[in-house]
């Protein structure tokens, strides 16, 4: 099973994702966390952020899910992922998978900017960043659409949101 979380920089992915894992991984042994970033460090970061840059690196993390899907291994992956073709590409090529897109407006991503992405991209410093010059479109059918706004609703909440309809839609069998 891979639990696929998306999201523009600043979302959440990674802090949401690591309560999903951890409370995943109290269920069952095998389960993996994946981050986007770290999946770059791990590949040597021999990729750049242009489009067709990250067009590569998304298919290595769709390949790298499915062989760990393969394996038995339930994976929580945490990635922008801009192409729906490759969203689409999961949905086929997993044993199960569940999408979950968590949104933020932009005036809080603005806000956030914890890398300096969208001030580096606003002043003109950095290129290639998605939701700036880069054009970002919600996933066209996730499985569960989360709103990470700010409004006090905890991390935790948020996972066991996730976890809830996950749940809800791949009941578990003994």
């Avoid at 269920?27 to 999946?39: K, Q, S």
């Avoid at 067709?52 to 290595?60: F, H, I, S, Y």
Wanted: glycine share 8%.
């Amino acid at each position: 099973m891979v639990l696929w979380l998306i999201g523009l920089s600043g979302a959440g992915k990674t802090v949401i994702g690591l309560e999903v894992y951890a409370q995943l991984k109290a269920r069952r042994a095998n389960v993996v966390f994946l981050d986007g970033d770290h999946i770059r460090a791990i590949m040597g970061n021999d990729l750049g952020y242009s489009l067709e840059d990250r067009r590569a690196n998304a298919l290595r993390v769709c390949r790298l899910c499915q062989f760990l899907d393969g394996q038995g291994i339930d994976v929580v992956c945490a990635i922008l992922s801009i192409f729906h073709e490759t969203q689409e590409w999961n949905r086929r090529n997993y044993s199960k998978y569940f999408e979950v897109y968590i949104d933020v407006p932009k005036s809080v991503l603005l806000q956030r900017d914890q890398k300096g992405l969208y001030g580096g991209a606003l002043a003109g410093r950095i290129s290639n960043v998605v939701g700036i010059d880069i054009p970002f479109t919600p996933p066209i059918a996730p499985d569960l659409i989360i709103h990470n706004d700010d409004s006090g609703v905890s991390p935790r909440a948020l996972a066991d949101e996730i976890l809830a309809a996950m749940d809800a839609r791949f009941v578990e069998t003994k």
